[in-house]
């Protein structure tokens, strides 16, 4: 949940100005109004992306990434919060269908104080499982003091697609200290193919 994707990306200009010459930033803007920003889904009155036993609306933002997908030419996701969230479901979902090519197929994930998506749970558990060998590289920054979105929840995440964790001492934010661990991983990521 947030600002529009431009907003989203000016919070990122120090790491897109050391990437420049590697790499263009792009930003969807979230599907979904709401009161102070937007969202990638809704939830019930008195929920959580981590409570809620489901979401309204991911599928339409789902289907949204994965038409943007197959129009650009993407590399990897990233993602803040519920973006997160959303990227990590992307990402499982590409692991556990390997043959279909009408979805998603980031190559690397960078994933900014996410939780646990509930109803995606079983998803992204069966990907641990099932599909470790094709699951792309993901960094999973997450803030000790995070008291939006429970730490824990980000490093379970990051367990399940297994990715790394780099930790700061900072809440919900995306946190400037970690940009030289983010720009090594960036710099490390498969680079496009055919």
Not at 74 to 81: L, N
Not at 92 to 104: E, G, W
């Amino acid at each position: 949940k947030g600002e529009l994707g431009s907003a989203f990306l000016d919070t990122f200009s120090a790491l897109r100005e050391a990437t420049s010459s590697a790499a263009e930033w792009q930003a969807i803007d979230a599907l979904h109004a709401i009161s102070g920003g937007r969202a990638w889904w809704l939830l019930a009155p008195g929920e959580r992306s981590f409570t809620a036993e489901s979401y309204i609306g991911d599928d339409v933002s789902i289907a949204a990434i994965d038409t943007a997908w197959k129009d650009g030419s993407f590399d990897g996701i990233m993602g803040f919060s519920q973006g997160a969230m959303l990227a990590a479901i992307i990402v499982a979902r590409a692991a556990l269908a390997p043959d279909n090519q009408d979805i998603a197929r980031p190559r690397f994930a960078l994933l900014y104080g996410s939780a646990w998506p509930k109803p995606w749970g079983p998803v992204l558990s069966r990907v641990h499982t099932e599909a470790a060998g094709r699951v792309p590289p993901s960094l999973h920054i997450l803030g000790r003091a995070d008291r939006t979105n429970p730490p824990e929840q980000g490093a379970q995440v990051a367990a399940c697609l297994g990715g790394t964790v780099q930790w700061h001492e900072g809440g919900h934010c995306v946190a400037a200290a970690v940009n030289e661990a983010v720009l090594d991983f960036v710099r490390n990521c498969p680079p496009s193919g055919p």
